[in-house]
T-cell receptor, first 113, second 111 residues
Framework: KAGVTQTPRYLIKTRGQQVTLSCSPI?????VSWYQQTPGQGLQFLFE???????NKGNFPGRFSGRQFSNSRSEMNVSTLELGDSALYLC????????????FGEGSWLTVV | GQNIDQPTEMTATEGAIVQINCTYQ??????LFWYQQHAGEAPTFLSY????GLEEKGRFSSFLSRSKGYSYLLLKELQMKDSASYLC????????????FGSGTRLQVQP
């Protein structure tokens, strides 16, 4: 059974550009969440999608957005990139029930220069 | 918001037992996860506790006390490959799947 798949794994962008990251959840998982991990702030929740609807949003500016498609795949977008957006972006998926385990993908390493 | 505390660093010897503690605010608690993360890799699920008590999985065990807002991860028969960061994460509020993470405990296993 394939795990959570994220693309691209590594990318470098310039300040002011925008970036789109993609996530394919584990087959059958309809909940997809995104997290940002930095050395200074640790792992922080960005947003969660379920059935193509954003259910929760973390404390991030509006430059961070996302969406989920009917096949549960998800994308997140960061516009007007800043140096501080350099981070590991992790996607996680789980089954529909609240008590289910949350599994993480290998992440997308974003460097903003 | 939720405040999760765990030690920043721990050192232990190969073959020994180590306990990593985690404390959290109890209001709205709806489950606690432990993840292992090796440098440069994604977090790997270790355990999930929602009821009080001890959950055992091979060399790893996790304990939860909801009334005290306290959990620990117990690692037995430590191996060098156990050197990693261990993340405590709490899910708050029924209906939400968002996790709030502690800053992680970096465990160094020495020969």
């Amino acid at each position: 059974k394939a795990g959570v798949t994220q693309t691209p794994r590594y990318l470098i962008k310039t300040r002011g550009q925008q970036v789109t990251l993609s996530c394919s959840p584990i087959s059958g998982h309809r909940s997809v969440s995104w997290y940002q991990q930095t050395p200074g702030q640790g792992l922080q929740f960005l947003f969660e999608y379920f059935s193509e609807t954003q259910r929760n949003k973390g404390n991030f500016p509006g430059r961070f957005s996302g969406r989920q498609f009917s096949n549960s795949r998800s994308e997140m977008n960061v516009s007007t990139l800043e140096l501080g957006d350099s981070a590991l972006y992790l996607c996680a998926s789980s089954l529909a029930g609240i008590g289910n385990t949350i599994y993480f993908g290998e992440g997308s390493w974003l460097t903003v220069v | 918001g939720q405040n999760i505390d765990q030690p920043t660093e721990m050192t232990a010897t190969e073959g020994a037992i180590v306990q990593i503690n985690c404390t959290y605010q109890t209001s709205g608690f709806n489950g606690l996860f432990w993840y292992q993360q090796h440098a440069g890799e994604a977090p790997t699920f270790l355990s999930y506790n929602v009821l009080d008590g001890l959950e055992e999985k091979g060399r790893f065990s996790s304990f939860l006390s909801r009334s005290k807002g306290y959990s620990y991860l117990l690692l037995k028969e430590l191996q060098m490959k156990d050197s990693a960061s261990y993340l405590c994460a709490v899910r708050m509020d029924t209906g939400r799947r968002a996790l709030t993470f502690g800053s992680g405990t970096r465990l160094q296993v020495q020969p």
